[in-house]
């Protein structure tokens, strides 16, 4: 019988199987991936990586292969206009370093992240199987058991989710969602340009919802473009030439002349919150528990919050030889995230709202709020800090830079 199985096999899956098997190597962890084998080395998209979360990947010894891929936020602005302003005046601007020499995030490319995991994975002996998908499970008082598409079962004390916003297993579980679209759709693409962006990134709060470029090496920048689902469907259909001339009216030319670096893809943007996070021999992590809309740049790094959370719940509770996958265990976990998690929910969606509109009252109020932040040096320092996750009260161990 397996002590954890993890279904899901992305960022948050592996770093749970890592974390858990690191710290505690007597216990037996499998992770099971719908996917393919060697899918995730098509993964175009990058993500920022917060220092609290840098902090756990390098307690769980995949840092070190990951930094050489990543490239620091060194700086941020923040501007508010409309996309045919000839001028986007600056309304806030965040110093990107937390301490000497120590940026409050990365951009790091998901390839590299999820090679680093899974080589820390099978170091440590967590099995992985490919192509394989939970068609249901049957819980009792001992143990789950779990299905899969090709009629194999496996037994766990404990399943852990993290198989998407869609998840299916949180639906076979029962749990209910607090969930809503936004007319937005979001566009990923990478872009090369012709000057250093020098670790700047930048968001603009333009009327169909935000527009971040963030910094990757190589003089290359990640994009997350967020429009109006009618608009980014025909962005989506455009040819190249349409729709780089698109995307350089939004850009800007600072950087000079851009070009699109592979694909281009688009995602509807909607909030999902899991109205329970845990369930007897059941949790929650990642996307399967939260989905939020991505004017924050947090979605990754919660699904880490989640990982360093459960990790530390599970393991100490196997040192004092308690029922890793009891309810009464479990609902440490559920204490720990889900405040956060709803009220980093909220806060993104009342963000978005604020911002992604051309109300001129609500945009001259936005606009004050921004300049009054700006000239606020403790307020800044307080939200980088915030950001980073480096001063947030009652963090799990991993992501204080300690082990569990």
């Known amino acids: 019988m397996l002590d954890m199985l993890v279904v899901g096999g992305g960022y948050v899956g592996l770093a749970a199987a890592v974390a858990v098997k690191q710290a505690a190597p007597h216990l037996e962890v499998q992770v099971v991936e719908a996917a393919p084998a060697g899918v995730w080395e098509k993964d175009e998209r990058a993500s920022a990586i917060i220092a609290a979360a840098s902090q756990m990947l390098d307690i769980l010894g995949t840092w070190d292969e990951i930094l050489p891929h990543a490239q620091p936020i060194n700086r941020m602005i923040v501007t508010d206009s409309r996309t045919s302003d000839p001028v986007r005046p600056v309304f806030l601007t965040f110093d990107g370093t937390i301490q000497a020499g120590r940026p409050f995030a990365h951009m790091v490319p998901n390839v590299a992240m999820v090679r680093a995991l899974r080589g820390a994975a099978e170091r440590l002996g967590v099995s992985i199987r490919h192509s394989l998908s939970a068609t249901g499970f049957e819980t009792t008082a001992t143990h789950t058991t779990v299905k899969f598409s090709d009629g194999s079962t496996e037994e766990t004390r404990l399943l852990v989710a993290c198989d998407g916003v869609r998840s299916k297993l949180r639906d076979m ?71 780089e001339e698109e995307l350089q009216r939004r850009f800007g030319h600072k950087l000079g002349e851009i070009r ?73 976990y559920q204490s720990w995230r889900r405040f956060d998690t709803f009220r980093m929910g909220v806060t993104t969606d009342v963000l978005n709202r604020l911002f992604s509109n051309d109300v001129t009252p609500i945009r001259i109020a936005r606009d004050f709020g921004l300049g009054v932040v700006e000239r606020l040096p403790k307020i800044k320092d307080f939200f980088i800090g915030q950001a980073a996750g480096t001063t947030v009260k009652d963090n799990p161990k991993l992501l204080s830079g300690r082990s569990i």
């Open 173 to 243: 579980a029962g749990i209910r969602t607090v969930n809503w679209t936004y007319d937005q759709s979001g566009i990923v693409a990478t872009v090369a340009h012709e000057r250093d962006h020098e670790g700047v990134a930048e968001e603009h709060f333009l009327p169909s919802g935000p527009f971040a470029i963030l910094p990757l090496t190589n003089n290359r920048s990640s994009l997350v473009w967020t429009e109006r689902t009618d608009a980014a469907e025909r962005l989506m259909a455009s040819d190249d030439l349409i729709f």
């Open 260 to 332: 699109l670096v592979g694909g281009r893809k688009a995602y509807p943007l909607s909030l999902t919150l899991s109205r329970a996070f845990v369930a007897p021999r059941f949790a929650l992590a990642g996307d399967a528990a939260h989905g939020i809309h991505p004017i924050s740049g947090q979605g990754l790094n919660l699904g880490f919050k989640d990982v360093a959370a459960l990790a530390e719940t599970v393991v100490e509770a196997d040192r004092l030889g308690l029922d890793i996958g009891s309810l009464n265990v479990l609902e440490r």
